[in-house]
Nanobody, 117 residues
Framework: QVQLVEFGGGLVQPGGSLRLSCAAS????????MAWYRQAPGKQRELVAF??????????DSVQGRFTISTISRDGAKKTVNLQMNSLKPEDTAVYYC????????WGQGTQVTVSS
């Protein structure tokens, strides 16, 4: 059974930092790319960052240089996907989703990030 569970959202002031984590299990990680998406109120879901099974990363222009995606493999059958977010801006406010992309797509339940003073 595939599970993607996000942790680490919350309220932070502009300029602050947050670290989101996604506990992923039940996947053959060698054939799945992992990603973080976000959806702000009234807007479409957008890609924030992804990391391929080979370790290559890519970022949305809006977060380039501020966000870092990384992965930690655990026990071969589990992986943690982290999103370190620095220099946060009010426009980063959104629900953030962890996702896996390969033969199928899988999504977590989302975690709220609010950037406000």
């Amino acid at each position: 059974q595939v599970q993607l569970v996000e942790f680490g959202g919350g309220l932070v002031q502009p300029g602050g930092s947050l670290r989101l984590s996604c506990a992923a299990s039940g996947l053959i990680f060698s054939i799945y790319n992992m990603a973080w998406y976000r959806q702000a109120p009234g807007k479409q879901r957008e890609l924030v960052a992804f990391v391929t099974s080979g370790g290559n990363t890519n970022y949305a222009d809006s977060v380039q240089g501020r966000f870092t995606i990384s992965t930690i493999s655990r026990d071969g059958a589990k992986k943690t996907v982290n999103l370190q977010m620095n220099s946060l801006k009010p426009e980063d406010t959104a629900v953030y989703y962890c996702s896996a992309h390969g033969t199928y797509e899988y999504w977590g339940q989302g975690t709220q990030v609010t950037v406000s003073s």
